[in-house]
T-cell receptor, first 112, second 113 residues
Framework: SQQGEEDPQALSIQEGENATMNCSYKTSINNLQWYRQNSGRGLVHLILIRSNEREKHSGRLRVTLDTSKKSSSLLITASRAADTASYFCATDIIQGAQKLVFGQGTRLTINP | DAGITQSPRHKVTETGTPVTLRCHQTENHRYMYWYRQDPGHGLRLIHYSYGVKDTDKGEVSDGYSVSRSKTEDFLLTLESATSSQTSVYFC????????????FGEGSRLTVL
């Protein structure tokens, strides 16, 4: 079964609006990472947040982590058409062996 | 961009035939991974390697084998391809996910007829 589950599965917003995607997971983690995938391409790393961190920023990205609720959110501010992509959360399980478990992803569409 | 090359990028084959996908890296990263991506399932780990000749199974390893005889190459073999193995296969590399990220290749699209 999937460790991470993203919500919503699909999101469509207007350019300039903020986009929020959520990720829930089941077991304790070492860190949580977010990745982006443009259509037909490989995944690209966006940001990593460790289990002892609550919030992290990178440019227009803001990630939060609530380990008590086993959930994370990715906020993209002032969205652009180029942000159209699928976004995946991935968890590094503490007892795992340097491997990430991915969720099913959120398909984000930014309408001009 | 991380130096990861997957080959072939596209392949169509028939049920029952063997298929080998190759992942080549120029980054000298210790860890290498094979994932498959299917609609509704996201990415699922097939096998991974933590060093030359050191490999382990992922969550969907049945029907797949891997080999890593050199740091830079990680091969995924389907001994007898089935239609359920039609998918997009991604190779990824890492120096260790406890502290770092995965770098992905561009994917290999496999169709088994």
């Amino acid at each position: 079964s999937q460790q991470g589950e993203e919500d919503p599965q699909a999101l469509s917003i207007q350019e300039g609006e903020n986009a929020t995607m959520n990720c829930s997971y089941k077991t304790s983690i070492n860190n949580l990472q977010w990745y982006r995938q443009n259509s037909g391409r490989g995944l690209v790393h966006l940001i990593l947040i460790r289990s002892n961190e609550r919030e992290k920023h990178s440019g227009r990205l803001r990630v939060t982590l609530d380990t008590s609720k086993k959930s994370s959110s990715l906020l993209i501010t002032a969205s652009r058409a180029a942000d159209t992509a699928s976004y995946f959360c991935a968890t590094d399980i503490i007892q795992g062996a340097q491997k990430l478990v991915f969720g099913q992803g959120t398909r984000l569409t930014i309408n001009p | 961009d991380a130096g990861i090359t997957q080959s072939p990028r596209h392949k169509v084959t028939e049920t029952g035939t063997p298929v080998t996908l190759r992942c080549h890296q120029t980054e000298n990263h210790r860890y290498m991974y094979w994932y498959r991506q299917d609609p509704g399932h996201g990415l699922r780990l097939i096998h991974y390697s933590y060093g030359v000749k050191d490999t382990d199974k992922g969550e969907v390893s049945d029907g797949y084998s891997v080999s890593r005889s050199k740091t830079e190459d990680f091969l995924l073999t389907l001994e007898s391809a089935t239609s359920s193995q039609t998918s997009v296969y991604f190779c990824a590399i890492s120096e260790g996910t406890s502290t770092g990220e995965l770098f992905f290749g561009e994917g290999s699209r496999l169709t088994v007829l």
